[in-house]
């Protein structure tokens, strides 16, 4: 499986590649629907005026996942501008919601501030298509929203420490002669512009100050459902339990690897590290229906136009015995 980082809870499963992008976001089904078709969804920063992606020349990628549990822990970082990003993300282990934490340290030595912007970008196909996506910006909920008919995404991007944010936002087009909204961010500013139809992408971003030595913070959620409204439902609960949803997706992981009774005897911790970890990556691969999904992504569709998105019985058959069992607790 070429993708890096995959999470997932057997409803909404994102695969990160080796720069850290959103690559694939199957749901509600693993393996089915891929909402993102293997295009990028970019994060980037401007920096007095420079611009980078963190797939761009200059970056380097420590990708990793927090011990025993299906969270994220992603150091990039740019010794040329002075910047590192520490990335966490995890989808919540009830609910189709990918939970998102950005923290950017300042480098440099010097104490000079430094207006530094965070960019935010979702280049969305629902149903694996971008005929007749729609994408908006909604006020109330402070967020970006796109659907189609049966699908909805809300995606939403604050300052941490006083939840305000976001403090520009563009939905643009992506086809036609354009490339996508996202090329708006290269300048350091955004649009605002709220609709739009068809090939559609979105970017938000926040604005803060820094000094050398210090960090900001940021919190964002991207929340699946099949209706607008069930979608503004679940954007309403974690933008009131954020912290504790984390929390929570966390502890269950941890619960969930050490369900089984298991005996290594004498094998290093190493070994047995690489082996909860192997039964957790294999988890992301179980739909919630029971289906153990051979792998899910999206890069053979290039020359193959096909996927290995397939159930076979020679995958269920060789999986350990007793360790890997649909979770339908979910």
Excluded at 165 to 193: C, I, M, Y
Aim: with cysteine.
């Amino acid at each position: 499986m070429p993708r890096d980082l995959p999470l997932g809870n057997g409803t909404l499963l994102v695969n990160f590649d080796k720069t850290y992008a959103l690559r694939d976001l199957y749901y509600p089904h693993v393996g089915m629907e891929n909402h993102v078709a293997g295009h990028h969804c970019r994060i980037g920063v401007w920096v007095e005026g420079q611009f980078s992606w963190l797939y761009g020349p200059g970056w380097q990628h420590d990708l990793r996942y927090r011990d025993e549990t299906l969270e994220t822990s992603a150091t990039i970082t740019n010794p040329e501008i002075g910047i590192t990003l520490v990335a966490s993300d995890s989808v919540d282990f009830r609910e189709p919601i990918l939970l998102r934490r950005f923290t950017v340290f300042d480098d440099r030595r010097d104490g000079a501030e430094r207006e530094i912007r965070l960019f935010l970008g979702h280049n969305l196909w629902l149903y694996g298509t971008e005929i007749g996506d729609t994408a908006l910006y909604h006020p109330d909920a402070r967020a970006v929203i796109h659907y189609k008919a049966r699908r909805a995404f809300c995606i939403a991007l604050y300052h941490e420490n006083n939840g305000a944010g976001p403090d520009q936002f563009a939905v643009g087009v992506k086809r036609h002669g354009a490339e996508g909204t996202w090329r708006d961010a290269e300048d350091g500013h955004l649009s605002g512009n709220r609709i739009a139809q068809g090939a559609v992408d979105s970017i938000v971003g926040l604005t803060f100050r820094l000094a050398g030595g210090q960090s900001h913070s940021a919190q964002g959620w991207l929340a699946a459902g099949q209706s607008m409204e069930e979608v503004l439902a679940r954007h309403r609960r974690v933008s009131l339990g954020w912290a504790g949803m984390r929390k929570r997706t966390r502890e269950y992981w941890r619960m969930w690897v050490h369900k089984e009774d298991t005996t290594f005897t004498a094998l290093p911790p190493k070994v047995i590290a690489q082996y909860n970890r192997s039964l957790l990556i294999v988890r992301t691969q179980i739909d919630a229906g029971g289906g153990i999904i051979a792998a899910n992504d999206s890069d053979i569709t290039s020359a193959f136009r096909d996927t290995y998105s397939y159930v076979w019985p020679r995958t269920a058959r060789s999986s350990p015995s007793g360790s890997i069992k649909p979770d339908t607790t979910n």
